[in-house]
């Protein structure tokens, strides 16, 4: 399991490295985020529901039926949209309310 990160699209805010379980994450000479260890990724997509530009992308590897695809997210005040791309560029896209998922 592995994320990457897009240097263009990160602000340097390093909420990705504050949520980190794993402390994966840090932050270069520029301040951008980079993955430590990419191979320890845990997969639980903390960094991209936290991420507020959608620089990071997670790669869904063969081993757990994503064929090579992506998963990236788009965080609003209210939602989270979550784009799933297969390797033959479908789409698709889960909108999340925050406060229904959060309810129970």
């Keep these: 399991m592995s994320i990457q990160i897009d240097h263009y699209k990160c602000i340097s805010c390093g909420r990705c490295c504050d949520v980190c379980p794993g402390n994966l994450i840090e ?16 997969g639980c997509t903390a960094c991209l529901k936290e991420c507020p530009t959608g620089a990071i992308k997670y790669y869904l590897g063969a081993d757990i039926g994503g064929k090579g695809g992506y998963l990236l997210t788009r965080n609003h005040s209210e939602s989270i949209d979550w784009y799933i791309i297969s390797p033959d560029s479908a789409k698709y896209h889960i909108t999340i309310n925050k406060k229904e998922s959060n309810k129970y």
Excluded: G, Q, V
């Design 27 to 42: 932050r270069d000479e520029a301040l951008k985020a980079i993955m430590k260890f990419p191979m320890e990724c845990w």
